[in-house]
Nanobody
Framework: EVQLVESGGGLVQTGGSLRLSCAAS????????IGWFRQAPGKEREGVSG????????YYADSVKGRFTISRDNAKNMVYLQMHNLKPEDTAVYYC????????????????WGQGTLVTVSS
C-alpha cells in the first residue's frame, strides 16, 4: 500500500520554526521526486518546495525562499521541510506528494499524496 504520512505541524508564533516530515512507503521512493504543497483556508493548493530524486535539485516558491529548506533521506524514505521565520500567511495544511522521475509540475501531475499536517502561525 502506497503511503505518504506528514507530521510535525502545530501551532507556532510568528518568527518561530517547525520541521515537517514526510514518511513514504509502498513505492520505489528513489524513483520519485517529492513536492511540498500547502492549502490555506479558502485558497487553492499551491506549491511550496520540491526536491529531486537524488536531493541535488530543489525548488522553492518565492514566498518561502530563504526561510524554508527541503531535504530528503533516501535511506529512510523520508523528506523534510525545515521552516524558519514563520509568518501568519504560512498558515495552511501542508501536504507532501510524490511524482515519478521528477519533482516539478502541476498538482495534477503528482502520483501520490499524503493527508496533510496543519501549520498554524499566530500573530
Amino acid at each position: 500500500e502506497v503511503q505518504l504520512v506528514e507530521s510535525g505541524g502545530g501551532l507556532v508564533q510568528t518568527g518561530g520554526s517547525l520541521r515537517l516530515s514526510c514518511a513514504a512507503s509502498g513505492f520505489a521512493f528513489d524513483d520519485y521526486g517529492i513536492g511540498w504543497f500547502r492549502q490555506a483556508p479558502g485558497k487553492e493548493r499551491e506549491g511550496v518546495s520540491g526536491i529531486s530524486r537524488s536531493g541535488v535539485s530543489k525548488y522553492y516558491a518565492d514566498s518561502v525562499k530563504g526561510r524554508f529548506t527541503i531535504s530528503r533521506d533516501n535511506a529512510k524514505n523520508m523528506v523534510y521541510l525545515q521552516m524558519h521565520n514563520l509568518k501568519p500567511e504560512d498558515t495552511a495544511v501542508y501536504y507532501c506528494a510524490a511524482r515519478y522521475m521528477t519533482y516539478l509540475g502541476d498538482i495534477a501531475d503528482y502520483d501520490y499524496w499524503g493527508q496533510g499536517t496543519l501549520v498554524t502561525v499566530s500573530s
